[in-house]
């Protein structure tokens, strides 16, 4: 409890309601990115909607191996960090250390992944945009209309979760050094547990974006 | 000022920049909107120049196209939209429901440099790379295809976006966890409701304009070809993604300044405002269909013609709770004891200045009537009606019944009136005219309407009689300027109640509240407008009023 | 302070896990069967189930304030609003339309109209009338700038079968500066595709020559 007694602000009148209001704070904050993210599916949506049988063909050209690969690392981050969650309940500080370690591990996986995903297509001219001038065997087919938006679209969406990915990766950094330098207890832990959310939600949105992009 | 009070904690620039005091910060907005909004009224005043007489006068059609894409921006993105949150919601939620501060006070302090960091960047591209002509709203392929000023501007709508969403979310959680003891839900202060039903559309609508400039940016510097039909794109797909904001905007606009009506009513009518849970239940009704009916911009632009027919009807639903709001201030009034001080004044004009705002709204949601007034005067006379007539004029009320206890000073109360009598006059010259002028048939956006005179003779003095209101509004607010500055450095002092007011920032703190806004956490046992419980409270400051 | 927080068990967690790899599983498995319409569907439910699993379990939503639970709810209801209303456009336009004499009628019935009495060979349409009729609102002969560009000339600036692409489908070449789609959603109004016929069209190329 003194440790927790330490962490609360004048401006609060209980722990509890510190925590309360912190958590609340993220989940708003979790609702802004699905709003923000739901404007990429609208574009997906109408795009897909309208040429389907280009969308079902371009999405061809990704591979679903690495994206179904990429899926289940994250999903595996997803368990570590909420398992790490259950240790700093407990108090169990070096487990707590060693899961986001493992975390930080599979996030570095997915984004080596991504990279050479998206080396792989830039090297035969599959750039967002005007830049769209796909060359080479098996990729000269897809020079056809809508498929420059087919590729925006999952350039943009993919781009804009790996920088959330990014800045997950640099949270996890960040909890690490504070827990190992013996910040948090079994008192004490809103930033792992708000870390933790805003993580689980970058994992549902990547949820969604692999049968999207890769499978349909 | 004395000790204790939020102004002489401490002093210098640096503890102003860095503060995290809920009430400092809504000066630090107040500063800062103040500058915009002479910016935009300067541009407001130069387009209303150039349209004295047809033919050009004073600007080219470039130029004229640059002045009032500035004035649109400027007063969208950076006065209406942040003001009464900003500026009155800092200041005042947090001690109305009885807290110390916000949830997230270096937050709210972010919130404000962000805001600053979109409006450099506005300000950067306008002066280093280039002028903008699309209009406020940045229609593709307008924008697609416009200088890369763009890009700037896109990104400090993108910028400035952030700061609206986190002023949003800590007002969320303030007003859900931060809550005084006995401060129960139907206990808050109407204008807390207001400031609570928008913040949640500013949490839930303002990522989308977000995503929106990213496209935007992205399709002029890449061409993704989502929203330029040269590439394939759907131009009216962009105007689906800018109204899902921008629609729900004019609400974050206005919501604001109905609450402050609504507590304005109740003070200055000494009585219980009438139809409390409706006016509150209606702010939050307000909130959610303005999400419903984003496509009554778009009846003529080739959306489906179903589309047109749904957006159409949830536009009219709006009206519900609007009128409900009207009537209940009506009602405050009727029996009430009316006490005609300025914030009153502003009260009663934005009642019928914002009634004839809402109605034209109307107007232009039936599909039929639209086709003919789309793009015409009409419909700028509407918008500025509310938000002009709406929630600016309710800022300005918000600010003079507040004054007393930002500053601890009391204004010249003559001078109050005539300035409003002013800004009343000069609004309904300027815009009034304007409803007649696109009824009958002017297009907006022309700086040269010669090719009118043919069939509109009438249209070059209604012109000049709009721009001479202008004027008059303009020397309104210039003369709110000065009393305002003159009640800084020499006004009265004020009590702690100067209007008898019945909520907690009256009755809870001195002429100026505290750093930490009270001694002792208030014990809350009565409602916002319970004047008939209150009689302690406001009795003994009556004589020093 | 930390009583008031639910610990979840590993076990817990570790059955979430496993059926969210299940899960994934299962739809790259069952996207690369063809199913047919109900592939989106499928996939699309797989991925829902999975985002609810982590939210009401990795996310703690079961054990938290309800408060939190409503904030997504609203998060996610806005986003569907967004999706449906925007697809009641793109989807639909066009479906609704306006017929003669102002009456809106249900495509539905449009299309039984139709097929009742089918749609007699346009006849034959003087240039000058096709003009007046379709083109003039947009397109100048004197060199006026409208909506569109001025036909003066046109016949030195392109071929005859380049016209003919521009006026049947008038979005594969967009002169810079001009607004695309436009020009085929005007003349689809107001029926020029079903009621001009080729011969017509043809004889307003030559008739622009000559302008
Ligand atoms: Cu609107």
């Known amino acids: 409890m003194s440790q927790a007694a330490g962490t609360l602000k004048h401006y609060f009148v209980t722990s509890e309601q510190q925590f309360d209001a912190a958590k609340m704070g993220m989940w708003l904050f979790l609702v802004t990115e699905i709003l923000l993210f739901s404007g990429m599916f609208v574009a997906y949506a109408v795009y897909r909607a309208w040429h389907p049988e280009v969308f079902a063909h371009a999405s061809e050209l990704l591979d679903w191996r690495l994206g179904g690969l990429n899926t289940l690392v994250l999903l595996a981050s997803s368990f570590t960090v909420a398992l790490s969650i259950h240790f700093v309940q407990k108090g169990q500080n070096r487990k707590v250390v060693v899961l986001l370690l493992i975390t930080l591990l599979c996030v570095a996986i997915f984004m080596v992944i991504k990279y050479f995903e998206y080396t792989g297509k830039f090297a035969h001219g599959i750039f967002p945009g005007a830049g769209y001038a796909p060359h080479g065997e098996a990729y000269a087919e897809y020079d056809i209309p809508f498929a420059p938006q087919f590729f925006s679209i999952y350039f943009i969406m993919t781009g804009i979760h790996g920088v959330h990915v990014l800045v997950g990766m640099g949270l996890f950094v960040w909890l690490v050094t504070r827990v190992v330098r013996g910040h948090f207890s079994s008192a004490w832990y809103t930033p792992v547990e708000l870390t933790g959310l805003y993580w689980h939600l970058v994992d549902i949105i990547w949820i969604f974006l692999f049968p999207l992009l890769y499978l349909i | ?545 | 302070m930390a009583q008031g927080h639910h610990i979840i068990p590993i076990r817990t967690l570790a059955v979430v896990f496993a059926v969210l790899v299940a899960l994934t599983i299962i739809t790259v498995i069952t996207a690369r069967i063809e199913l047919g319409v109900a592939n989106v569907p499928l996939a699309l439910a797989i991925a829902g189930s999975k985002a609810l699993l982590v939210a009401i379990v990795f996310m703690a939503l079961k054990y938290d304030n309800q408060v939190n639970v409503l904030v997504l709810s609203l998060g996610v209801l806005f986003a569907v609003v967004f999706l449906s209303l925007t697809l009641a456009d793109t989807e639909l336009r066009g479906v609704l339309g306006i017929t003669d004499a102002g009456t809106t009628v249900i495509a539905v019935e449009a299309e039984e109209v139709l097929q009742e009495e089918p749609v007699p060979v346009a006849a034959y349409q003087a240039p000058e009338e096709v003009y007046q009729r379709y083109c003039i609102t947009c397109h100048s002969l004197d060199g006026t700038v409208g909506v569109g560009p001025s036909l003066t000339g046109l016949t030195d600036r392109q071929p005859p079968d380049s016209i003919l692409q521009s006026i049947m489908d008038p979005d594969v070449i967009v002169v810079s500066g001009y607004t695309g789609l436009v020009m085929q959603a005007t003349l689809n109004g107001l029926g020029f595709y079903t009621n001009v016929s080729d011969a017509s069209v043809d004889s307003l190329i030559a008739w622009l020559g000559d302008q």
């Open chain 2, 1 to 545: 000022m004395h000790e204790g009070s939020y102004l002489g904690a401490s002093r210098g620039l640096k503890s102003w920049l860095l503060t995290t005091d809920h009430k400092r910060i809504g000066i630090l907005y107040a500063v800062a909107i103040a500058a915009f909004f002479l910016l935009g009224g300067i541009l407001a005043i130069l387009v209303r120049t150039e349209l004295t007489a047809p033919g050009e006068t004073v600007f080219g059609q470039d130029q004229y196209n640059q002045l009032f894409t500035l004035h649109g921006v400027v007063m969208v993105f950076l006065v209406i939209i942040p003001g009464i949150p900003g500026i009155l919601g800092n200041f005042v939620l947090p001690i109305q429901i009885g807290a110390k501060d916000v949830a997230f006070p270096r937050l709210n302090l972010a919130s404000w440099y962000i805001f600053m960091a979109g409006a450099v960047l506005a300000v950067l591209g306008w002066l280093l790379v280039g002028k903008v002509d699309t209009g406020w709203t940045f229609y593709t392929p307008y924008s697609s295809g416009a200088s890369n000023a763009v890009l700037w501007l896109t990104s400090a709508v993108f910028v400035a976006g952030f700061a609206s969403i986190f002023t949003g979310l800590n007002f969320i959680v303030t007003v859900h966890k931060m809550r005084a003891p006995g401060m129960t839900w139907n206990r808050l202060p109407l204008f807390v409701w207001a400031i609570y039903a928008t913040a949640i559309v500013q949490v839930l609508a303002t990522p989308v304009i977000g995503i929106t400039m990213v496209l935007l940016f992205l399709e002029k510097l890449l061409q993704i070809g989502i929203f330029d039909p040269a590439l394939g794109g759907d131009p009216v797909l962009f105007q689906h993604f800018f109204w899902f904001y921008s629609h729900p905007a004019v609400y974050i606009m206005i919501l604001p300044a109905m609450g402050i009506i609504s507590d304005l009513m109740g003070t200055f009518s000494r009585q219980q405002v009438s139809g409390y849970t409706f006016i509150a239940l209606s702010s939050v009704a307000i909130a959610f269909l303005g999400f419903l009916v984003w496509g009554h911009h778009m009846f003529v632009a080739g959306q489906s013609a179903l589309s047109s027919i749904i957006f159409s009807m949830l536009t009219f639903l709006i009206g519900i709770p609007t009128g409900i709001k009207v009537f209940n201030w009506v009602a405050t009034m009727y029996k009430g004891s009316v006490w005609l001080q300025t914030p009153m004044l502003y009260a009663l004009m934005f009642l019928f200045l914002f009634t004839i705002g809402g109605l034209t709204g109307i107007m232009v949601g039936v599909l039929a009537v639209d086709v003919h007034l789309h793009d015409t005067y009409f419909v700028v006379a509407h918008f500025h009606y509310v938000m002009m007539g709406g929630a600016l004029i309710g800022l300005i009320g918000g600010l003079h019944y507040w004054w007393p206890k930002i500053t601890g000073r009391l204004y010249n109360e003559t001078a109050g009136r005539i300035a409003a009598v002013l800004v009343f006059i000069g609004f309904n010259l300027t815009f009034f005219t304007q409803f007649i002028l696109g009824s009958r048939g002017m297009p907006r956006r022309y700086h040269d309407y010669s090719a009118l005179m043919d069939v509109m003779p009438e249209a070059a003095m209604l012109n000049l009689a709009s721009s001479l209101g202008s004027y008059i509004l303009a020397a309104g607010l210039v003369m709110i300027l000065v009393y305002a500055l003159h009640s800084l450095f020499r006004g009265k002092l004020a009590s702690a109640n100067p209007w008898g007011a019945c909520t907690l920032e009256w009755t809870h703190t001195g002429p100026v509240p505290d750093a930490h806004n009270f001694h002792e956490t208030p014990l809350v046992t009565r409602g916002p407008y319970d004047f008939h419980l209150a009689d302690d409270v406001f009795g003994s400051d009556e004589e020093d009023s």
